[in-house]
């Protein structure tokens, strides 16, 4: 049973749209992430979060935003996507392991025509 | 700067025969983590294993170790055994004391064949 949800599973959107991809976390962890990936390609980290309130950007430039309000939530949003978007967006927790590994979502698969 | 490299982008093995995927790292930090992780064809990532710097033995996970050299700077996983639910892409990844951020490495497709 999955402790880390990310919606929608799969997504086809049209250039300029306004998009919110979902994550949320049962786990209880602080710490959250948004990487993306290219099919066959590495993960790029493009945001994170340590807390409510808490932020940041990643190591590789993206034109979404994130919010993290409650603990357990943690959405992205593309206010006009594009074909450049398309991408698979993974989600992340981590907080109760000594290792300080992740717990990932699914995966949203975004196709931007 | 934290980097994972893995050199090899695709490998093959039989099903039941042992398999060694590479992976070397680069930090100037004395305290780190390395993990591995599969993903399937469908995408999620699953974790297979963690080796922790100042761990004095090799982690090992059922089919899977890690064969932790320091000096070295590698940190190879081994799969023993190899079935065909195997086949999928491994990435290494390394986080830093201080960090909680992971880095990944590009990853290695492996395929196992009847």
């Known amino acids: 049973e999955a402790d880390i949800y990310q919606t929608p599973r799969y997504l086809v959107i049209g250039t300029g749209k306004k998009i919110t991809l979902e994550c949320s976390q049962t786990m209880g962890h602080d710490k959250m992430y948004w990487y993306q990936q290219d099919p066959g390609m590495e993960l790029h980290l493009i945001h994170y979060?340590?807390?409510?309130?808490?932020?940041e950007k990643g190591d590789l430039s993206s034109e979404s935003t994130v919010s993290r309000i409650r603990t357990e939530h943690f959405p992205l949003t593309l206010e006009s996507a594009r074909p450049s978007h398309t991408s698979q967006y993974l989600c992340a927790s981590s907080g109760g392991e000594r290792s300080g590994g992740y717990t990932f979502g699914s995966g949203t698969r975004l196709t931007v025509v | 700067a934290q980097k994972i490299t893995q050199t090899q982008p695709g490998m093959f093995v039989q099903e039941k025969e042992a398999v060694t995927l590479d992976c070397t790292y680069d930090t100037s930090d004395q305290s780190y983590g390395l993990f591995w992780y599969k993903q399937p064809s469908s995408g999620e990532m699953i974790f297979l294993i963690y080796q922790g710097s100042y761990d004095e033995q090799n982690a090992t996970e059922g089919r899977y170790s890690l064969n932790f050299q320091k000096a070295r700077k590698s940190a190879n996983l081994v799969i023993s055994a190899s079935q065909l639910g195997d086949s999928a892409m491994y990435f290494c990844?390394?986080?830093?004391?201080?960090?909680?951020?992971?880095?990944f490495g590009k990853g290695t497709m492996l395929l196992v064949s009847p």
């Open positions: 990844a390394m986080r830093s004391s201080g960090y909680s951020t992971l880095t």
């Open positions: 979060s340590y807390g409510v309130n808490s932020t």
